[in-house]
């Protein structure tokens, strides 16, 4: 073989392994390095750029030879894509020809000395043609320069810059080189975005169904809301007297029977008043004595007998009256439960009124559930609607009631939320947990769709904003 062949002999064995190695990368990232790095081998030039053409001529800087890490926003990116739009949507878009700086927009001509280089060589990778693409009356296909070819843009593009003139050779080559890459870029991509097409357009549409349908489904309604284990009968021990509580003779929490002392008052005012009441009547008693005596010889005594009698009897309702209150100086439990209050050092010494609340008698085998349901979280609540207590104690395993009671009207909780106060029974088998212990409920009421359970509030909220 002559010396003189064996450039253009090498020129196209490389060309093929080229084309070899690019027909063998797995992914589009391995096959646009392959694309702007290994070119060279066959060409020469300064720097490759590989963008890939969207609707209407649009580029995307995807790839720039010998950089790693490509930064989209910068200057020389926004040039660049900037430049190969306006080439993408030329008439010879889809021919590898020397770009013309003079073509090109004001903005992409006045920047070109700065980031372009002196010649750039423009190679589309066009989608490979089929015989049903080829129009009629071409039997392979449609030629370069055609209204066809100038209506398809191209799928991606490779930019070549370097300093020194491209030859007829090298274009040619190039030309050979990009129907290579455009094949396998498009395997990877191009077919994969066509078989992926109809399934990428339904995805969302199925997501929306999916959506819709789990929006649909029926839940039962339900609102949290704070409660406290109470007994469902308390006998309210209360101050029969005005006075200071002297001594507690039991403990919070203790069980008493009936009959047993719970605490004292203060007893020396009433005894007091009780001796005074006393010797009151005492007196009274001996003054009638004597004006009924002299009443016989005196007919004035005898008139004053009816005065001393009622004087008598006034006396006499003045002791029982302080008799009576000196018997209540120890208040006694009507019935047996178990003492429920806060601290004896919180009521010894202190003065209390008649009818002030001092200790509650609790049964501990009839438990009820007091949960206070704020005004914003009600819901439609109806005797026998079930309910679930998660302890504080235990909040692993929720005790099963059902609602007994529900307050029309609204007040003020121990936190201060307008709140219904709501009453709900255990279940039977459930057994009783210790009368005061705290935790949360939840209530359920009539099933509604999900949608609505979860944007009922913002829905509320909307109403009381809007008034829609």
């Given amino acids: ?70 930064e989209p926003n910068a200057p020389f990116a926004q040039w660049l894509e900037e430049a190969v739009r306006a ?79 491209w030859t007829d050779g090298e274009i040619l080559l190039l030309s050979h080189l990009a129907e290579g890459y455009g094949h396998a870029w498009w395997a ?80 020396t005012v009433l005894r007091s008043r009780f001796e005074v009441a006393r010797k009151g009547l005492t007196q009274a008693e001996a003054e009638l004595l004597t004006a009924s005596q002299a009443a016989f010889a005196d007919p004035q005594t005898k008139a004053r007998i009816a005065q001393l009698r009622a004087q008598v009897e006034l006396r006499r309702a003045e002791m029982a009256l302080a008799r009576d209150l000196l018997e209540r100086v120890t208040v006694k439990a009507e019935r047996a439960g178990i003492a429920v209050f806060t601290d004896v050092n919180d009521w010894l010494g202190k003065p209390v009124s008649v009818g002030e609340r001092v200790l509650t008698l609790a049964d501990p085998q009839a438990p009820e559930i007091d949960i206070m349901v704020p005004v914003g979280d009600a819901l439609v609540l109806e005797p026998g609607s079930p309910v679930e207590l998660f302890l504080n104690v235990d909040p692993l395993h929720p005790l099963q009631a059902r609602l007994t009671h529900a307050s029309y009207e609204a007040g003020q909780s121990a936190a201060g939320v307008l709140s219904y106060r ?30 609505l359970y979860l944007f009922r509030r913002p829905l509320a909220l909307l109403r009381q904003s809007l008034g829609i």
């Avoid at 690019?22 to 300064?46: D, F, G, M």
């Avoid at 800087?61 to 490509?70: G, P």
């Avoid at 459930?430 to 009421?445: F, H, N, Q, S, Y």
């Fill in 1 to 70: 073989m002559p010396q003189g062949s064996a450039q253009p002999v090498n020129s196209l064995l490389m060309l093929l392994e080229l084309q070899r190695q690019a027909w063998r990368q797995a992914t589009a990232p391995e096959l646009r390095y392959h694309i702007v790095n290994q070119t060279r081998r066959l060409i020469a030039y300064r720097q490759a750029a590989f963008l890939v053409v969207g609707e209407r001529g649009r580029a995307t800087l995807e790839a720039v030879s010998n950089i790693a890490v490509l």
């Fill in 87 to 165: 080439v993408a949507t030329g008439d010879d878009a889809n021919s590898v020809h020397v770009v013309d700086p003079a073509t090109l927009p004001v903005s992409v001509r006045s920047a070109w000395g700065e980031w372009g280089p002196a010649q750039v060589l423009w190679c589309p990778l066009r989608k490979p043609e089929t015989p049903r693409e080829a129009p009629r009356g071409a039997p392979g296909g449609a030629a370069p320069g055609t209204a066809a070819e100038k209506a398809a843009p191209p799928l991606a593009g490779l930019w070549l810059g370097r300093d020194e003139p």
């Fill in 422 to 451: 709501v009453k709900a029974a255990l279940e039977a088998g459930e057994a009783p947990p210790r009368i005061g212990l705290r935790g949360t409920a939840k209530i359920l009421g009539d099933r509604v769709p999900l949608a």
């Fill in 188 to 267: 990877l991509s191009g077919k994969r975005a066509k078989r992926h097409g109809l399934r990428g357009a339904l995805l969302p549409l199925l997501v929306l169904l999916a959506v819709a349908g789990a929006l649909a489904i029926p839940v039962p309604m339900s609102t949290l809301a704070p409660a406290e284990i109470q007994t469902s009968n308390p006998v309210i021990v209360a101050a029969p007297l005005d006075g200071v509580i002297e001594r507690f003779h039991v403990q919070p929490n203790q069980p008493v029977a009936a009959g047993q002392p719970l605490f004292s008052f203060e007893s």
